[in-house]
């Protein structure tokens, strides 16, 4: 009879989304276990960039810094960014993107910046950091059959060997991919759009550093009599993807041999004898689709197994790793027993609709000049219709039962995104820098529990909080801050932010928070009704068999 493991959460998929699920446990102190049946990372690049918002949220976990470290070996040449078009790479030229770089020197104020790195070259960085924390990864596993119950999923593992085994985890995060035998197995539906272009996606080897003589870019439009698509720089001098557009009525995948492949791509160069190897191919198209169920009982779907779409403005796996940040903290609150069950159905009440509104933006970029903010007398509707990155992947609001919630008539509220974070419930915290070096944000007081952030000083706060976690098991942190504060977030002296352990404010003092009610605000909002009895934070340590030594929280201060 074959043994059965007992663990809290299986994360089903190593790629980016899986990853860093991994790692946002490991900071939870949440055991798992990840498979997948993958034994090495896919060649093709995929996803290039890391927007700015993902790695302020590697910065929370401790794996910014090696993220960064390898972005600095990705460009071999020149710098990432810049878009270029003409009939071959020979002939075009740059297009005039001043409006998008000031728009970018005016970005949101963060702690972190934009981080090139392609995915190929940052999941093992990733796995190396989950490793090394004693992360229990499965490389070269398969997820063959699972049954799902009220008190757990049992699934069955079958190594290379052929070898089989039995999990039992309380949660299965499935972020294995857009094709998810986990969402097709559950047979969950979802919104869909259907593509309006179709690629082969070649990643080869070529050196262009002479085509090119130091120009570089980002994307790079080819159309001539032989081909059409895009050319997407991985290393700026002998690695590159290229995108070779393709008519599905009228050909299919099996169409595109290498040998065609490469016979395209020096039509596209503009030198017809450059020596070229196809590293890796791939089909693919602008389709979108997010599922209609997030959360299938003990099941959870994160990434691109919830959400694919076009993969312009790099929302994908930017919004896919948000995900699994915004999902994990509420799972290790329900498995320690300070979350309710209802916390749990706040996933996808507040992550559904960034995946629409992501595939939504996606779509909008079709259109080579419409993707990158450039004026044509045809695309004036689709622009105005357009939000900047910031305001998709950092200026948005929550609203769910785990946000302290406006009246439903209240237009402020019903509005997804934001001008300026000034710690509006629902947004993320408002950066400020706490020193004179610049090495500690406001950011970085945020989890891995609740952190409450005063203007100024306040004994009856720090009482609350006490009281509070005494109550709850929540764990809380306190910050007394400077005046800079109370100007950034509209706060009076002694007015206080409730920030979630993902950095999202979840109540502020002057719309309803108040000292004497914090215990009863962190009830509901994580997921506990009125009458619930809560676990205090001692009996919640002895009902966790895996929890480490690690202090349920404190109440501390910090000035600046």
Not at 138 to 159: N, P, Q, S, Y
Not at 355 to 373: S, V, W
Not at 379 to 385: D, F, G, K, Q, Y
Not at 399 to 428: F, M, N, Y
């Amino acid at each position: 009879m074959t043994p059965t493991q007992r663990i809290p959460v299986l994360v089903v998929g190593g790629g980016l989304v899986g990853l860093s699920a991994a790692l946002f446990l490991e900071y939870h102190d949440v055991p798992y276990v990840l498979v997948e049946k993958r034994t090495t990372a896919s060649a093709l690049p995929k996803a290039r960039g890391l927007h700015t918002r993902t790695s302020e949220l590697f910065r929370q976990v401790g794996v910014e810094e090696p993220v960064k470290r390898a972005a600095v070996t990705a460009l071999r040449a020149g710098s990432f960014g810049g878009a270029s078009r003409g009939t071959s790479l020979i002939t075009a030229e740059p297009l005039d993107l001043s409006h998008l770089r000031a728009a970018m020197a005016a970005a949101d104020p963060s702690p972190s910046q934009f981080c090139f790195l392609p995915q190929v070259l940052l999941e093992p960085v990733l796995a190396k950091q989950a490793r090394e924390r004693g992360g229990d990864l499965r490389f070269g596993v398969e997820l063959i059959d699972f049954e799902t119950d009220d008190a757990g999923v049992t699934a069955t593992l079958r190594d290379e060997s052929g070898r089989s085994s039995v999990i039992r985890a309380d949660y299965l995060i499935a972020a294995d991919g857009a094709a998810s035998p986990v969402r097709r197995a559950l047979g969950i539906a979802g919104w869909e759009l259907p593509p309006t272009r179709h690629y082969i996606n070649a990643f080869v080897r070529t050196d262009l550093t002479g085509v090119l003589g130091g120009r570089t870019f980002s994307q790079c439009e080819i159309s001539n009599d032989t081909m059409r698509g895009l050319v997407l720089s991985k290393n700026n001098t002998d690695e590159w993807s290229f995108q070779l557009e393709y008519d599905p009525t009228r050909e299919t995948a099996a169409d595109y041999p290498d040998e065609r492949c490469i016979e395209l791509i020096r039509g596209a160069i503009g030198v017809p004898d450059i020596e070229i190897e196809v590293l890796a191919r791939s089909a693919w198209d602008t389709g979108s689709f997010v599922a209609d169920e997030y959360r299938r009982g003990r099941v959870f779907l994160a990434g691109d197994a919830a959400h694919r779409h076009a993969p312009w403005g790099g929302f994908g796996g930017n919004t896919g790793v948000a995900d699994a940040h915004n999902l994990v903290w509420k799972l290790a609150a329900v498995l320690s027993g300070t979350g309710g069950p209802a916390l749990l159905d706040s996933y996808q009440a507040e992550r559904w609709s960034r995946a629409i509104i992501a595939a939504e933006q996606a779509n909008l970029g079709d259109d080579f000049e419409t993707r990158y903010g450039i004026e044509t007398p045809d695309n004036a509707e689709i622009l105005a219709r357009r939000l900047d990155f910031g305001a998709v992947m950092s200026r948005f609001r929550y609203a769910s039962s785990a946000v302290s919630r406006k009246p439903a008539d209240c237009i402020e509220w019903v509005e997804p995104h934001v001008d300026r974070l000034t710690g509006q419930v629902g947004t993320r915290l408002p950066h400020l820098w706490l020193d004179a070096e610049h090495t500690t944000s406001t950011l970085d007081l945020c989890g891995p529990g609740y952190a409450i952030l005063i203007a100024g000083n306040s004994a009856a706060w720090r009482d609350a909080a006490a009281d509070a976690q005494r109550a709850t098991g929540v764990e809380i942190a306190v910050h007394g801050l400077g005046a800079e504060w109370g100007a950034r977030t509209d706060l009076p002296e002694g007015g206080a932010l409730l920030v979630r352990p993902d950095g999202h404010v979840a109540a502020r003092s002057d719309e309803g928070l108040y000292p004497r009610s914090l215990a009863t605000t962190l009830r509901s909002l994580m997921g506990w009704s009125a009458d619930a009895q809560l676990p205090s934070a001692r009996s919640t340590e002895r009902a966790l068999p895996w929890a480490t030594a690690r202090s349920t929280g404190s109440v501390s201060g910090r000035s600046a």
